[in-house]
């Protein structure tokens, strides 16, 4: 048997090694341990990881015994995650949102998708960085930069490449090799950002797939948590396990079909037949040589099997960001409400005072954002608000995607990095981003297939044939 080689390692690869004796989960762990104290704020200091978590070790030991005596739980059993920083960790982890204001805050219990990964075997290895309260603060701050965490680089060019966001750290973080997957958050293209700007696979879930509860929030109506990954497979994985009805989201009712295993969806042939639609659109601005790729993905999509409509109208013009501000205030507010007894700050506007305070280190780019969430009266009763979030989706989802993709009869549309991130966005619908491989300077680029709500698995489908295809991946060169 080869020695085992943690860098690109896959799910089921891991648990072959484990199933052999050839692997446990406590070397796994501090392999990729090691691996983040080589880059993480050493070398090229893609400072992904904001905090490990200390008992990982010590979970995963647990874990390689009860492999002995009762056999693995499942794929996920000893496979080390990380979290973005605005997911809440029940243990010796801080919650923060990137926020100097939540430095010393430690959730009181699990978000519930965090205990789904516990209860599937999954070890919590620790926080990864993010942009700052998932860039709803102010206009002009770096994708990946929080007060509290710093500056997230990207490992394909750090300090040359944008790294994306909101989910930064996650996204380098896997690129980067320091753990198998990685769950980052979305409001509008936070996983798609990160995920296709690091060469990695991101599913950005229909609102409502996954539970919310335990998030930092943004946006009930588009928020959503997903997997990124280096592979389909490892996204499909994971995906399946967050899955759940949870009581206190009422959203996770909506979905009619609930599964917990998307790697049915693993198809190799999965193009074949398809229809996919390409707007045209968005690609408009895209630079020359980055369209260049992303018609070779199209080229590639149709040898796979798949018929090509391009161009196909999807709308561009939709309503402003304005269902946001009265809905981050709302949601922040009753998140900030139950917060642990040591954290300073118990509303937006506490928030914001704090920040004024340490003005120094809290705001090196301003909080306009927040403050022009405080404005509005967080109850969701004005015209404005109700207007836009019906807007939203007349204009996203009936008008838009829906429209679109039945007008030719597709299966999805294809759209590159997250250039369509803000149409699903507003319609609440799921995309999923594999790389497309990468310019002459060596930048990452990828392509995005979204479609309507619960289509995850035939967008995996997608995706996978696509992937298994092409096979664009490659790891950074680190140094």
Do not use: C
Request: net charge negative.
């Amino acid at each position: 048997m080869q020695p085992f080689e943690m860098k690109e390692a896959s799910i089921s690869g891991i648990q072959s090694r484990m199933e052999s004796g050839d692997l446990t989960a406590k070397k796994l762990t501090m392999l990729y341990l090691e691996q983040i104290a080589t880059y993480n704020h050493a070398g090229p200091k893609i400072n992904a990881v904001l905090e490990v978590n200390p008992d990982a070790l010590h979970i995963a030991e647990s874990l390689d015994l009860e492999r002995k005596k009762t056999g693995p739980r499942g794929p996920l059993h000893g496979i080390p995650v990380l979290l973005k920083d605005n997911i809440d960790t029940g243990d010796k982890t801080h919650t923060t949102a990137g926020s100097l204001a939540l430095k010393d805050h430690y959730a009181k219990a699990d978000a519930f998708i965090t205990k789904k990964l516990r209860e599937a075997g999954a070890i919590i290895l620790g926080k990864a960085n993010l942009t700052e309260w998932a860039n709803f603060m102010t206009v002009g701050m770096p994708n990946g930069y929080s007060s509290h965490g710093g500056q997230v680089l990207n490992p394909y060019g750090p300090g040359k490449f944008d790294v994306g966001g909101s989910s930064s750290g996650p996204g380098a973080a896997i690129a980067a090799n320091f753990a198998v997957g990685a769950i980052g958050t979305e409001t509008s293209g936070s996983i798609l950002s990160p995920a296709s700007s690091n060469s990695t696979v991101g599913i950005k879930p229909t609102v409502g797939l996954l539970s919310r509860t335990g998030i930092i929030p943004i946006s009930n109506s588009q928020d959503t948590a997903g997997p990124i990954t280096r592979t389909v497979e490892d996204a499909a994985i994971l995906l399946g396990v967050l899955t759940g009805i949870d009581e206190e989201d009422p959203a996770t009712s909506t979905n009619p079909n609930i599964l917990d295993d998307y790697t049915t969806f693993l198809k190799k042939d999965g193009l074949k037949n398809k229809r996919i639609g390409i707007s045209r659109d968005y690609l408009q601005g895209l630079p020359e040589e980055e369209l260049e790729l992303v018609n070779q993905a199209i080229k590639d999509i149709e040898k796979l099997g798949a018929t090509i409509i391009d161009p196909v109208e999807v709308p561009t013009k939709l309503p402003g960001p304005t269902v946001l501000f009265h809905e981050f205030k709302n949601g922040l507010n009753a998140y900030l409400s139950n917060a642990s007894a040591n954290v300073p700050v118990r509303s937006l506007v506490d928030v914001i005072n704090f920040n004024q305070t340490h003005a120094k280190d809290a705001l090196k780019y301003g909080q306009k954002l927040l403050t022009d969430s405080e404005a509005k009266s967080g109850n969701l009763t004005e015209e404005e608000y109700l207007n836009d979030r019906l807007a939203d989706i007349n204009q996203a989802q009936y008008e838009g995607i829906d429209s679109a993709i039945e007008k030719d009869n597709l299966d999805a549309l294809v759209f590159v990095n997250n250039y369509g991130a803000g149409i699903a966005a507003k319609a609440g619908y799921p995309s999923i981003t594999v790389p497309a491989g990468y310019t002459s300077e060596g930048k990452p680029l990828g392509i995005t297939f979204t479609g309507q709500a619960y289509s995850e698995g035939r967008l995996i489908e997608l995706a996978y044939a696509y992937e298994q295809a092409t096979k664009h991946r490659r790891a950074p060169e680190l140094g």
